[in-house]
């Protein structure tokens, strides 16, 4: 037979097939009992959108190469999905549609979850929910009240973000350049009064229990550190040295009270209670606070707009320098929400506050000195000097270090008193703020709550719940539609019984994916988890996902879990005990004469000469090749994968974007990659085929040939390696060791088909169960139907993973360098530990080392076992 017999392998056919198989075997549900030895592979669940992109593809075709790979060595495999299917698209689909947010949703989970299916996941669907579930909402409403009576949930008016357009509150990652990230729109602030999540409570817990992350990336346990951002600092008090002032002292935060002989002005926020006092008698600062406000509370804002400042009519006395008086501004760049929302500045020594000093003429002191700088023509001009150094022109600090110089200050002032109180006292803070989760939005969890005139705020009942959405609502006109909406904003207080308003506002959608993960552990359960299963399965053994959720989304799991723990619903801290952050998907861009982006559907590529040339297929017209990026709308460079698994099957789409490069770096997507998985996968299947027509065949010798030794050896070396590999998600290079195993067997098969010895046989079969085994994580439908032409009636997804066996591992060769005086000539390949005789002769065997020798005894020959041979001619 030769290799034309075999039909080309038909994926349109086999995957389907196996795809109806596992899901009538249910071969990937796991039942509701306490597992035994359980593994949990998660990919963040994706927003319904109508269509999965390629990102998706690579997120979960690694999570199912984890998931297959673990349950094929025997754990308990939890892989669940699910939607997180709240939010503001589905109301801007009803908007634009006049659709419900509800039918447009559940349509575009129907759609995705069919792409999905396509794939071959092993995911177990009788899992699967959507956020929007009432089910799960209704849990959700649970954990809040919980919360809430936990004392873990508040509610405080703030300055918010507010776009016009949407008429919503933003978070300040949602303001890009002072507008909102969907609308465009110039973000406004508001104080609105606002349900909160008291985060800020856990932050020196989620700061600390970082460095037990070890199973995360460095990068993303980094991101967290600073977002939570600790500073430890000293408050302390400016005595107001004018006579006519709304108050007496100002207090300050500072982390750089070793500056202190540096200050040269006081900065309130535009948002200082005292700035706010000192307003009532002067219009032209009423004017600069109102001009602050227009900036937007995004702290990048705030840290690039130009550093402005009002001037009051308030001066303060040093603390330090007898008889010196610093100004008081009210300045653009002081939060009010950090520290006190008041500093000093120090020009010689931060950025903003030089910045500020050289626009209003105030002075800059120098009193840090680099090493090696002199002290008397050591000056800042448009630099500050924010590294360690000696201080100087400061009294008695001098001299000392940045370090020794804070806690002298510090002890200082905290002796000293000030009206009555320390002038300094220590103190930690974090930058990690309360998370708030009012939203004016219709399509979200409803905050359970209503609100009555006499008992205040009332929490609803939980036999009550859910509190649900209602489905007769208009989104004709923007605002939130269940703000006016009488037959849900209308109740009665389950305390009093008078007229009572419900609230109105919804949860963020953070809050829908913060816990997710833990209700796929009981799905259908009453309460929002089965505390014995959630602690049975918890934490996730392997998350994946994209490194945009680096911040957020994980810090709110993590302090969700820490919640949901003090409310007995979980027994762990920290959610997610490994976690990985997938590279994207790039690709080539396209231009056409017009400068227009085209879509990689829209050109054809030829090589003439080296030079790969691109023209448009519709037009014939040039096309310019532009650079590689991430696969986007707006450049039109996608590739629909549902097109890609239509024309190839989803194992070949699976094969190609584990492939090509380290799953943490970005892949890019080309034809000849996806064309060359193709090829990989008939390749396979033609193998398989060919390899078992010749084990069928009756040996009549056994000899130990060295062939079949040297293939069992490849074979078990590859399993060995490829198993590291994929457990430690080295997936492409597995994927290098499976080729190097192909093109060994396809060595092999050849050699011994003529008349294959018994011994040949059982290598052949060996290396041919082991490279079907090993692909199967990754291109699982393939390898079933491989599997199948072998004969075996168990699917290879419920075969045990293949154990490399040690005796095989060992290279019982070694390849020596052989020299002839000093100079390498060759090398030899002999038995590990030969007798120095043995390698000898080999040395002295080789074409370079007997042409030197002419004929000629060597007068010597060296031999270091396992090392080296020297001949001395
Ligand atoms: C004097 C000083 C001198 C400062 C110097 C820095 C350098 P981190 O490390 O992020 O905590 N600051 C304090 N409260 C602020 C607020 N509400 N808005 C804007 N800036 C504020 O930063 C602490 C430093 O940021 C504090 O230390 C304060 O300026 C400023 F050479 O005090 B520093
Ligand atoms: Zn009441």
């Not at 086999?14 to 998660?42: C, G, H, R």
């Not at 609100?451 to 939980?462: E, R």
């Not at 045990?800 to 360098?817: C, K, S």
Request: with cysteine; charged share 25%.
């Amino acid at each position: 037979m030769t290799a034309n017999d075999f039909e080309r392998y038909n994926p349109r056919e086999k995957e389907p097939f196996w795809q109806k198989t596992w899901d009538e075997k249910e071969t990937f549900t796991v039942s509701d009992e306490i597992p035994a030895d359980p593994y949990y592979v998660l990919e963040m669940f994706p927003y319904p959108s109508g269509r999965i992109h390629v990102g998706h593809v690579r997120n979960y075709a690694m999570g199912d190469v984890v998931a297959r790979f673990q349950r094929a060595r025997g754990k308990t495999v939890l892989h669940p999905m699910g939607w997180d299917a709240f939010g503001m698209p589905a109301e801007n689909a009803a908007m634009a549609n006049k659709v419900h947010p509800r039918e447009w949703t559940y349509a575009n989970i129907a759609a995705m979850r069919t792409q999905l299916q396509s794939m071959g996941l092993s995911l177990d669907w009788s899992r699967e929910f959507a956020t929007c579930d009432e089910a799960y909402y209704h849990r959700q409403q649970m954990l809040f009240l919980d919360f809430l009576e936990a004392g873990l949930v508040t509610r405080k008016t703030s300055k918010v973000n507010w776009d016009p357009v949407d008429q919503t509150v933003l978070a300040n990652e949602q303001v890009i350049d002072g507008r909102g990230w969907r609308s465009g729109a110039l973000v406004e602030q508001r104080e609105l009064t606002q349900w909160f999540f008291k985060i800020s409570d856990f932050a020196e817990e989620l700061l600390e229990a970082i460095d037990g992350l070890d199973n995360w990336p460095e990068k993303v346990r980094l991101m967290q550190q600073n977002w939570i951002g600790r500073s430890e600092g000293l408050r302390m008090l400016f005595e107001v040295a004018t006579e006519q002032s709304p108050a007496k002292t100002i207090e300050v935060f500072t982390t750089r009270p070793d500056t202190l002989f540096g200050a040269s002005f006081i900065a309130l926020s535009a948002d200082h209670p005292l700035a706010a006092e000192l307003a009532k008698t002067d219009p032209a600062l009423v004017d600069f606070i109102a001009e602050c406000h227009r900036m937007g509370t995004a702290a990048e804002t705030i840290e690039t707009a130009e550093k402005k400042g009002f001037k009051t009519t308030l001066e303060v006395k040093h603390p330090v320098i007898e008889g010196a008086t610093l100004p008081v501004y009210v300045a653009n760049f002081v939060l009010m929400d950090y520290g006190t929302g008041a500093i000093f500045g120090c020009p010689g020594h931060d950025q903003r506050d030089l910045d500020f000093a050289n626009a209003y003429g105030l002075p800059v002191i120098p009193v840090i000195l680099p090493e090696d700088a002199d002290p008397k023509s050591f000056t800042i001009t448009d630099e500050a000097y924010t590294g360690p150094g000696k201080v100087f022109n400061s009294g008695f600090l001098d001299g000392l270090d940045v370090e020794d110089a804070k806690a002298k200050i510090a002890q200082t002032l905290e002796t000293r008193l000030v009206d009555g109180k320390p002038q300094g006292v220590r103190q930690t803070n974090y930058r990690l703020r309360d998370w708030g989760i009012s939203r004016q939005r219709y399509w979200g969890c409803p905050i359970p709550v209503i609100h009555c005139d006499h008992c205040g705020v009332v929490p609803v009942p939980k036999d009550q719940l859910p509190v649900r959405l209602p489905e007769d609502v208009e989104f004709d006109t923007p605002g939130n539609p269940l703000d006016r909406h009488p037959g849900f904003r209308n109740t009665t207080c389950p305390e009093c019984g008078a007229e009572a308003r419900r609230e109105t506002d919804t949860m963020d959608t953070f809050v829908d994916s913060s816990w997710y993960f833990a209700r796929f552990t009981a799905p259908g359960a009453e309460t929002p988890t089965v505390p014995a299963l959630a602690n049975a399965w918890m934490p996730v053994d392997q998350y994946i996902g994209g490194i945009e959720h680096a911040i957020l989304h994980l810090l709110y799991s993590r302090f969700f879990t820490r919640a949901m723990k003090k409310t007995g619903h979980i027994g762990i801290d920290e959610p997610f005990k490994g976690l990985f952050t997938q590279g994207m998907v790039t690709h080539e861009t396209y231009k056409d004469d017009s400068g227009q982006w085209l879509a990689p559907t829209e050109v054809a590529i030829e090589m003439v000469g080296e030079e790969r040339v691109a023209r448009h297929i519709g037009t014939g017209k040039p096309v310019t090749i532009g650079s590689v990026e991430k696969m986007s709308k707006s450049k039109r460079n996608v590739i629909d994968p549902e097109d890609m698994i239509a024309a190839y099957g989803a194992d070949t789409v699976r094969w190609f974007v584990l492939s090509d490069s380290p799953p943490e770096r970005d892949v890019q997507w080309t034809e000849a990659g996806i064309e060359g998985a193709w090829r990989y996968v008939q390749r396979v299947w033609r193998l398989v085929n060919e390899a078992s027509a010749v084990l069928d065949t009756s040996a009549e010798t056994l000899d130990e040939d060295p062939a079949s030794i040297e293939m069992l050896k490849t074979a078990h070396k590859a399993v060995d390696q490829i198993t590291r590999d994929i457990a430690g998600l080295r997936f492409n290079r597995a994927v290098a060791q499976v080729y190097e195993l192909t093109n060994a067997i396809s060595k092999f098969l050849p050699a011994i088909a003529p008349a294959p010895s018994l011994t040949a046989i059982k290598a052949l079969r060996t290396s041919v169960e082991f490279l079907i085994q090993t692909i199967a994580p990754m291109m699982p439908h393939l390898a079933e139907s491989c599997w199948g032409v072998l004969g075996h009636d168990r699917m290879v997804c419920d075969t045990p993973w293949p154990e490399a066996d040690p005796r095989y591992l060992v290279d019982d060769t070694v390849v020596l360098a052989v020299q002839v005086n000093g100079k390498r000539r060759g090398e030899i390949s002999v038995a590990k530990d030969a007798a120095g005789p043995q390698v000898e002769e080999a040395a002295l065997a080789l074409d370079a080392v007997a042409r030197i020798l002419d004929g000629k005894s060597p007068k010597k020959v060296i031999v270091v076992p396992n090392r080296i041979v020297n001949v001395v001619a």
